[in-house]
């Protein structure tokens, strides 16, 4: 069996293969009764006021993800790569939302009810400029395109006013990380969600090495000697314990932005998500930096 540290790595990499929105309408039975199989359909169905009847792991959602919060009636359809399909079946969907390439076999899914797939990324490395294009797809599908447009303009006025708020910052790189277990952190760059909103609200990402398809990179600890002159953000997931046993070794106390006192952790934000990972992480960002 995996330790704790391990399913959270596994948890992390399972992707790698308050805010103005729309009022929330439950799904009923005579509406919308979608499912969603992954966290990124949760966010762009959320987006557009509907909430899902049942999201797969939702212990892990609530760690990992948080916001947006789903009701207390949401069912747990079990794990994101194997959910309880006879389950599924018995709710009856109209819709089932997943992510392309990613859990069940599509024709599992498709004997239970119409799908619909989603990308991180349509392969230029732009997570928002995809979310925003699903969110519009996904809006016609559900004939709620008006709420796909007003969530937009919010996240873009977002957008701009975090923009100049963080004006002073723009010459300072910035290290994003998350701690996996004792030896690895997590880090992002190009490719990633992260990385497209630091770029438009101007401000350098200090991980110039390798990431893969996905944006992120799982990396040694001794790795983040390297990063130089950077503000190091690591973003917690119930791992406080973990953290606590790396943060007493030698080589975390050595670790250059850790003596020069630049390390913030901050709450969870999903790092393969949509347009609410998106506004949570200018949240966190911009409260991060003001607070150094």
């Known amino acids: 069996m995996f330790d704790i540290s391990r399913r959270r ?61 789903l009701p207390a009636s949401t069912i747990d359809l079990g794990l994101r790569t194997e959910p309880n399909l006879e389950l599924m079946t018995q709710l009856a969907p109209s819709l089932i939302l997943h992510s392309n390439g990613y859990g069940p076999a599509l024709d599992k899914l498709e004997r239970i009810a119409p799908t619909m ?32 447009v007003q969530h937009l303009q919010y996240l ?16 300072c ?16 760059g190009a490719n990633s969600l992260f990385l497209e909103v630091m770029e438009i609200l101007g401000l350098t990402n200090a991980w110039q090495g390798e990431t893969n398809f996905w944006g992120s990179a799982v990396i040694g600890l001794e790795r983040l000697a390297s990063v130089g002159d950077a503000q190091v953000i690591c973003f917690d ?44 992480f200018v949240r966190v960002l911009e409260h991060a930096l003001e607070s150094h």
């Open 117 to 148: 797939g989603f990308d991180l990324n349509s392969g230029d490395g732009k997570p928002l400029s995809t979310a925003r294009t699903s969110l519009h797809m996904l809006g016609a599908r559900l004939g709620r395109e008006a709420e796909a």
């Open 156 to 171: 873009d006025e977002q957008l701009a006013g975090a923009r100049e708020r963080l004006k002073p910052w723009a010459g």
């Open 9 to 69: 790595l596994l948890t992390a990499l399972a992707l790698t293969p308050l805010m103005n929105v729309a009022p929330l309408r439950a799904a009923m039975p005579n509406a919308e009764r979608i499912l969603a199989l992954e966290w990124l359909p949760v966010e762009l169905l959320m987006a557009l006021g509907v909430a899902p009847l049942g999201v797969a792991d939702l212990r892990n959602y609530n760690i990992w993800v948080g916001e947006p919060r």
């Open 237 to 280: 997931h119930d791992n406080d314990r973990d953290m606590q046993q790396v943060m007493n070794t030698a080589l975390w106390q050595a670790l250059p932005f850790i003596r020069a006192g630049r390390f913030k952790r901050v709450p969870a934000v999903w790092y393969y998500g949509a347009t609410y990972s998106a506004l949570k």
């Open 173 to 188: 790189p910035v290290l994003l990380m998350s701690l996996m277990d004792s030896r690895h952190a997590i880090t992002f």
